[in-house]
């Protein structure tokens, strides 16, 4: 079968032949449709991510959309190693596949699954946000963000506050207040001291770094009260390390957490990416995506920014 094949970490997959898969006890061949590149996709490609077991050649994609050998249109995630979701066929777990729903495209599908679960896992079950309560998505212009924005809407935020460094695709959000990043970090630690101040219950944060660094100390100091903010870390866009005081946990019922492969167990990513999907519908989730051929992904893989994420149409 044709797939995208990563022979080495050091270059990216290309369009190549690869073994056909047979289903073991358990599984079920899915013939692919559509799947997209992720940053957990790319990390494992180039061999860096904490999820990569070594093993060469191997299938990029962790997850897609396709259709059972009975008919039925699923989403699918974590297909063993060697196999990948860029490819033709793909065993997979049969509890790793859930039904779609009517109304969202397979591409569409593909294209939110992995960003829209991320978004749902920080906020339903790490941070246990409920209906009535403010959130800040720090890093709000990335695919994830938006959906963050999105999600929490849909699930009865009474304020949205998003960050980010670009004023344009902030204003685009729907969020109730925007901070600027770029902003003089005088002004900025002033920006998020006020936010702080007004409450704040939960921050879903994607990007890490510096801006994490200001908001952690702005919260330390200006929280009302003792209700706990629940501080979600997703991503670390803007730097893998920061320096963290110990008076600020010590001084704040600020409760630091991460969300991801590994503080979720992986029923629970599974079924969180399909009450995403469910949710989707109902609440006309969007996400910019552009679709392309897998026999290009040798030139369009380079090319893949957070904006506007690329599916692979592979059926």
């Not at 259709?67 to 063993?80: I, K, L």
């Not at 860029?86 to 397979?106: F, I, R, S």
């Not at 809407?153 to 949205?160: C, D, F, S, T, Y």
């Not at 706990?228 to 008076?247: D, H, K, M």
């Amino acid at each position: 079968m044709k797939a995208a094949v990563v022979f080495a970490p050091s270059q990216g997959p290309v369009y190549a032949d690869f073994a056909e898969p047979v289903a073991a006890e358990n599984q079920q061949l899915i013939q692919v449709t559509a799947s997209a590149i992720s940053h957990v996709v790319k990390s494992r490609a180039s061999g860096k991510h904490y999820s990569f077991d070594g093993t060469l050649p191997f299938i990029a994609g962790i997850d897609g959309t396709g259709v059972t050998r009975d008919g039925q249109r699923v989403y699918f995630v974590f297909p063993p190693t060697p196999w990948g979701s860029m490819a033709q066929l793909a065993p997979v777990d049969v509890a790793h596949c859930l039904p779609l729903p009517d109304g969202l495209d397979d591409a569409t599908a593909a294209a939110m699954a992995n960003p829209g679960m991320s978004a749902w896992a920080a906020l339903v079950n790490r941070a246990g946000f409920k209906a009535g309560e403010t959130v800040l998505i720090n890093g709000a212009t990335g695919s994830a963000g938006r959906l963050a924005v999105q999600i929490a809407r849909h699930l009865g935020a009474k304020k949205i506050i998003a960050t980010g460094r670009n004023p344009q695709a902030l204003a685009s959000l729907n969020a109730d207040a925007t901070v600027l990043l770029t902003e003089d970090e005088s002004v900025l630690a002033q920006t998020l001291a006020t936010h702080a101040a007004g409450q704040i219950d939960v921050v879903i944060d994607y990007l890490w770094g510096r801006s994490a660094e200001l908001l952690l100390k702005a919260l330390a100091k200006h929280v009302p009260g003792t209700t706990p903010v629940r501080y979600v870390q997703v991503g670390s866009l803007s730097g893998q390390e920061i320096t963290l005081p110990g008076a600020v946990l010590r001084s704040s019922p600020i409760q630091l957490m991460g969300s991801g492969i590994g503080s979720l167990s992986l029923p629970a990513l599974v079924k969180a990416t399909g009450e995403m999907l469910n949710a989707a519908v109902a609440g006309s989730f969007s996400i910019a995506h552009r679709t392309a051929l897998l026999a290009d992904v040798a030139e369009v893989w380079p090319l893949d920014d957070s904006q506007n994420r690329t599916v692979f149409q592979i059926g």
